[in-house]
């Protein structure tokens, strides 16, 4: 349980430097240049590799309970300590729906006993229906920060109204899937040009930024914190940025696949590239980029979304929506931020830093049950860090991938920088890129 992660450019919120870090029994116990390794330590070598701390995800969908024979608890951390992370937010739409302390607390267990440090989304509503309040305040006794019913934005506003009331004093955040239900449930891409001569039905991005103005609306008006899940149009952003700049306390994620897929790759009718909010057109993908280097955006978060492929193989219209995410989302935000150009205090920002403020799994947030994440890399923070060599170059393969499902749009697409170790909990759990 000692390590020491040797040479490598360890990259703090405002500094990057070139030092040794020392890890003793899931601590980190000192970091400066040339230290001396300890009897019995594992040495890693990161020279010329950044070493931050361990990525967060806020969004990721591991299936358990209901739908195991797509994603387990288990196999979800082994995709994301591949990937880099050291905690992953667990989403609710599962079967059934993680909207009370049995469920919740049957997550958090199989989490405890996992590679990573997995914290629970909440539902909002009772079964993820939209009619009824789950009971927030049961599930925040438990340590859960987020609550959604991601899959189904809340589409009554008068409840997303109620909810945020009752979500303030418990000091937890909504996260909202911004989908209006009456203009894209029918649609299974964007709808535009490419929609007409495909003969799709699309779902509009109106359907996405009417949920946007509603939810800023309603925190403006309840004093409560919203956070877009997923957004993926160019004024989505836009109105999230204006809004925050008066002093709201709203924030958002984008999506690998947002901000690198546009809506030609749906034109060979193939469902890998089915998801929603769907993929947009190109200057939604080039204004998503530029946010992404501004720092407009809080999180790049996976939405992490495994299927069987037997429902991945039906016709495009009737297929599941979603795609995978963790094991290529640092590499494709790496590209994003510019690759050899990029800011590595950018991309520790919107990878590490900027979600556990989200998932408030800082030091600062005394998170029950859980690690603290995204935080310096300096003496007496837990140990989760990652290792992360921007000189890689290498192709993602389907058949290589940890999680248990195939439905990966990136099968063969040529990837920049790569995550060559993982320390979460305090554990190696990725050495030289292999699963300890």
């Known amino acids: 349980m000692t390590y020491i992660l040797r040479q490598g450019l360890v990259v703090g919120p405002t500094s990057a430097t070139v030092a040794d870090v020392l890890v003793r029994d899931g601590r980190i116990v000192d970091v400066g240049d040339r230290l001396s390794a300890p009897a019995g330590a594992l040495e890693v070598d990161a020279e010329g590799c950044w070493v931050g701390p361990g990525f967060v995800d806020v969004h990721t969908h591991l299936r358990e309970p209901g739908r195991e024979a797509a994603e387990t608890v288990e196999s979800g951390a082994r995709a994301g300590a591949v990937g ?18 049995a469920l919740v607390s049957h997550v958090l267990d199989k989490g405890s006993r996992s590679l990573l440090d997995v914290a629970v989304a909440g539902a909002i509503t009772r079964g993820r229906e939209g ?6 305040a049961e599930m925040a006794a438990l340590g859960v920060r987020l609550f959604t019913d991601d899959g189904a934005g809340v589409q009554d506003a008068a409840l997303m109204r109620r909810a945020l009331e009752y979500a303030r004093p418990l000091g937890v955040r909504l996260a909202q899937h911004c989908e209006d239900a009456s203009l894209c449930d029918a649609g299974s891409m964007n709808e535009g ?3 007409s001569r495909l003969g799709l039905v699309g779902r509009p991005a109106l359907g996405e930024e009417l949920m946007v103005v509603r939810d800023i609306e309603l925190a403006r008006l309840t004093g409560g914190a919203v956070h877009f899940l997923h957004l993926s149009t160019t004024r989505s952003i836009a109105m999230v940025v204006a809004a925050r700049r008066e002093g709201l306390d709203v924030t958002c994620e984008v999506a690998p696949h947002h901000f690198t897929l546009d809506e030609s790759a749906c034109a060979g009718f193939d469902a890998r590239f089915k998801v929603n909010p769907p993929l947009r057109t190109s200057a939604d993908v080039a204004a998503l980029r530029q946010a992404l280097r501004e720092g407009s955006v809080d999180a790049v978060a996976t939405d992490h979304a495994p299927h069987a492929p037997e429902l991945k193989d039906r016709a495009f219209d009737e297929a599941p929506a979603g795609m995978l995410g963790l094991e290529h989302a640092a590499s494709l935000t790496y590209e994003a ?12 920002d919107v990878l590490s830093r900027g979600p556990a403020r989200v998932a408030q799994l800082r030091a600062l947030d005394r998170p029950l049950r859980h690690q603290v994440h995204g935080g310096d890399v300096v003496v007496g ?10 000189r890689q170059r290498w192709t993602a393969r389907a058949d290589a991938l940890q999680s248990r499902s195939r439905n990966t749009p990136y099968d063969g697409r040529e990837m920049f920088g790569r995550v060559t170790t993982t320390i979460a909990k305090g554990r190696l759990v990725l050495h030289e890129g292999q699963l300890q």
């Open 84 to 101: 880099g992370y050291s905690a992953l937010v667990a989403m609710p739409n599962t079967e059934p729906a993680l909207d009370n302390v």
């Open 381 to 390: 923070e837990d140990a989760n860090l990652v290792v992360f060599d921007p």
């Open 131 to 136: 009619q009824q309040l789950a009971p927030l």
């Open 337 to 348: 931020l510019g690759a050899h150009d990029g800011d590595p205090r950018r991309f520790f």
């Open 193 to 195: 040009v490419v929609s």
